[in-house]
């Protein structure tokens, strides 16, 4: 069993993924590269390998059933173990998406990876995150996914535009953080939820205000918690987001 901590990040081809995959490394951890594109997950594996992180390839479709019942068995032969579990793949579904206007083929979309792709990666690697001394699981979600702040008087909090199959399933996967808080009180395992930020991603067309590299740093403050760290929270940098 590797003495390294292991981490697995979803969708760490590129932006935000690949920084926390990167900065993660950095501290020395053997990092797990989750993607499904054979092509970017490879490259990008080399990329961290350049740099000096102990990196390695996990093809990972998050909506696919046995593909991550494959990538969990990839890390048990590998690890053993995981220590980090960070989920991170996510898709918008385009836009427009007012309500009005929307194709609901697209919430089911974007709801089958944010939230139930969540779901099922957590689900696959939970045994082996029981077998680590320090457990973290980091869902990165969004400010847009605050009720509060969709709720709040216009300009009082920017939360973006009205996008009914993007925002409610950050609002989705804030309430499953919750409900495995719930289920795995009195464990040692630490989940929290993470907004990064307005990053400039392909996910938003490159719009962001801020870097991949600054939108990685909460997930990795989330992924290096104290034994007596919070459990059950929603950050961003500058602290705590409203649910």
Same mark, same amino acid.
């Given at each position: 069993m590797s003495e390294r901590t292991i981490a697995l990040v979803t969708g760490a081809n590129k932006g935000i993924g690949y920084e926390i995959a990167a900065s993660l490394g950095a501290l020395g951890w053997s990092v797990g590269v989750g993607a499904r594109d054979d092509q970017r997950r490879r490259?990008? +594996?080399?990329?961290?390998? /350049? =740099?000096?992180?102990?990196?390695?390839?996990?093809?990972?479709?998050?909506? @696919?059933? %046995?593909?991550?019942?494959?990538?969990?068995?990839?890390?048990?032969?590998?690890?053993?173990?995981?220590? +980090?579990?960070?989920?991170? /793949? =996510?898709?918008?579904?385009?836009?427009?998406?007012?309500?009005?206007?929307? @194709?609901? %083929?697209?919430?089911?979309?974007?709801?089958?990876?944010?939230?139930?792709?969540?779901?099922?990666?957590?689900?696959?690697?939970?045994p082996l995150l029981r077998r680590s001394a320090s457990p973290r699981i980091v869902n990165m979600s969004s400010s847009v996914g605050s009720l509060t702040r969709q709720s709040a008087t216009v300009g009082e909090q920017s939360i973006g535009p009205v996008a009914v199959a993007y925002a409610p399933s950050?609002?989705?996967?804030?309430?499953?953080?919750?409900?495995?808080?719930?289920?795995?009180?009195?464990?040692?395992?630490?989940?929290?939820?993470?907004?990064?930020?307005?990053?400039?991603?392909?996910?938003?067309?490159?719009?962001?205000?801020?870097?991949?590299e600054q939108g990685a740093a909460i997930a990795v403050k989330l992924a290096t918690l104290p034994d007596d760290g919070p459990t059950g929270r929603f950050f961003e940098d500058a602290g705590p987001v409203p649910w």
């Open positions: 490259a990008a +594996v080399e990329k961290l390998r /350049a =740099a000096g992180v102990d990196a390695f390839g996990v093809p990972l479709d998050v909506t @696919d059933d %046995a593909g991550v019942t494959a990538a969990a068995q990839l890390i048990e032969d590998r690890a053993g173990r995981l220590d +980090v579990l960070v989920n991170n /793949a =996510a898709i918008t579904g385009g836009m427009p998406q007012e309500p009005t206007r929307v @194709d609901p %083929a697209i919430i089911r979309t974007v709801v089958e990876t944010n939230v139930i792709g969540v779901i099922r990666v957590t689900n696959a690697m939970l950050k609002t989705f996967l804030n309430a499953v953080t919750l409900q495995y808080v719930r289920e795995l009180s009195g464990t040692n395992i630490l989940i929290n939820a993470a907004c990064p930020g307005y990053v400039a991603t392909d996910l938003n067309g490159f719009r962001g205000v801020r870097t991949p």
